[in-house]
Each structure stands twice: as C-alpha cells, then as structure tokens.
C-alpha cells in the first residue's frame, strides 16, 4: 500500500490550495482517510478526517470553516481544499489511511491510522 500525496507549495495568506492523496495496493472506499500536519518543532496535529464512502468528516480546531476533505473512491483519492491559508497554516502535510472503521473517538489519533503519505509542504507568507 502506499500513499501518495501532493499539492503543496508557496501562498500568500488568504490564498489556497488542495491537496490530493492517492492509495495504491488497495482500496479505502469503506475506511477513514485523514489529513494531519506538522510544523517545524511542533507535534504533528490532525487535521481532518472522512470516514468513509458518505460518510460523516470531522475537523481539527485550526481547520473548521476554511477547509474542506472529500475523497473520489472511483480514484482512491482524498483532497484537502484549504482557503483563506495563514502563515500558522505552515506545515508538513500528511495524509493517513485506516484499515478499520474507527469509532470517532479514535479518529484524531496518528495511531489509529495504519499507512502514511510521505507528506507535501505547505508554505504561507504574510
């Protein structure tokens, strides 16, 4: 299995990106795909999570109201469109894949997920 993630790049704040993750070696239709991110000496953080094919998403604090996940499980993908980025929003950007259907109270923890993308910076300027 193997993630793979891209999309990332230099903004000015207030600007946007998405972000896209692709799966390979099998399928996530029915499992939790996630976005956590991780700035330079700082603990990685969840960002948000879909849980599934229709299924509900969740978001961190930092992401609620200017992001937005979705997934295409025709392409094994999840996106993460962030808008109105600030420079706060500078980060490592990793993607992360479940082989359970995790409960929500595990949704926010990096060791429910089982696969990780190899990360995609991020870099907002004031």
């Not at 600007?15 to 991110?37: E, I, K, T, V």
């Not at 604090?61 to 993460?80: C, E, H, M, Q």
């Not at 409960?103 to 990780?116: K, T």
Request: proline content about 2%; overall charge positive.
């Amino acid at each position: 299995v193997q993630l793979q993630a891209s999309g990332g790049g230099l903004v000015q704040a207030g600007g946007s990106l998405r972000l896209a993750c692709a799966a390979s070696g099998r399928s996530f239709s029915d499992y939790p795909l996630a976005w956590f991110r991780q700035a330079p000496g700082k603990e990685r953080e969840f960002v948000a999570v879909h849980r599934r094919a229709y299924g509900a998403t969740y978001y961190g604090d930092s992401a609620k109201g200017r992001f937005t996940i979705s997934r295409d499980n025709a392409k094994n993908t999840v996106y993460l469109q962030m808008n109105s980025l600030e420079p706060e929003d500078t980060a490592s950007y990793y993607c992360a894949a479940s082989s359970t259907r995790l409960i929500v109270g595990m949704i926010r923890r990096q060791d429910s997920y089982d696969y990780w993308g190899q990360g995609t910076q991020v870099t907002v300027s004031s």
